[in-house]
């Protein structure tokens, strides 16, 4: 595997987003283990954009595992009703406060098996939490798999599988850079055929 050619591949890509001061992303910038976790699950099918203010004002009502866990659905949904799925994703995260309360402590997990017990916890949230926190793990969205198809790095469709894949072709200490750097090259270009000519032209690096 010619790891050189791909790193030079994702710099190109990194050199082409946004930079993070003018593009926050989702599980970004809070200040806990738990607000991260909770930022990505509202996140998942909702701009960042829409997530973050509303993580915000739920953090400030609600700022831990605890408050949370104790909080009315009524009043969760009242918040978060402006992210898709908000009835769900409601349960979700009330549940799952619930969770990291009764069975860690109040401490959120830092192992993927543990975390995707979570309600509202699957691998890519796992994935792009730990990555935040620290960890050396790929968090594959839809951004992550259509960069990482169009320019040559899987042939695969499963989410787990590009993981697999991503893992061979990266060395570890560029995994948890994957998932922001491709999620703000895709979020940077709104054009398909703009982003499609730009990974086009990379793909020929050799």
Known sequence: MNSKKHITQLNQLKCL???????????ESWNSSFKILIAT???????????????????QKYPNAKSLSKAPLSAIQKIIRPVNFYRNKSKNISNCAKAIVKNYNSKVPEDLEELIKLPGVGRKTANVFLSEIGHDSIGVDTHVSYVSKKIGWTKNKNLQKIEEDLKKLFPKRYWAKLNPTLVRFGKTY???REKDDLINKIKKIM
């Open 190 to 192: 709104t054009s398909r």
């Open 17 to 27: 987003g946004k930079k993070p001061k003018d593009l926050r992303l989702a599980a």
């Open 41 to 59: 699950i509202l996140s998942a099918r909702t701009r960042d954009e829409t997530t973050i203010p509303v993580a915000e004002k739920l953090f």
